[in-house]
C-alpha cells in the first residue's frame, strides 16, 4: 500500500515536470522564468547582477505563479 502511494507521488511528480516542459519548451527554470516573463533569456540575465543560479530562477518563477 504505501508502495503505491510513493510510485503516485513519482508519477505525479514527473507529470507536473513534464507538463511544464513542454509548456515553456524547456526543463531549465531560467528559460521558464524568460519565456514567463516574455523576456530574452540575455536580458534576464542582465537583470540579475550576475547569471542566475536555478535557486534563484526558481524562487521567481514561483512568485510570478503565485505571488499575483
Known amino acids: 500500500m504505501l508502495f503505491r502511494g510513493l510510485i ?3 508519477i505525479l ?3 507536473a515536470y ?6 515553456y519548451g524547456s526543463g531549465d527554470p531560467c528559460r521558464m522564468l524568460a ?8 536580458e534576464l540575465r542582465r537583470a540579475f547582477s550576475e ?18
Open 13 to 15: 511528480i514527473l507529470a
Open 8 to 10: 503516485g507521488i513519482v
Open 51 to 68: 547569471e542566475p543560479s536555478k535557486r534563484e530562477c526558481v524562487d521567481e518563477l514561483w512568485r510570478e505563479w503565485f505571488d499575483r
Open 35 to 42: 519565456k514567463e516573463q516574455d523576456t530574452p533569456l540575455d
Open 18 to 23: 513534464g507538463g511544464l516542459t513542454l509548456y
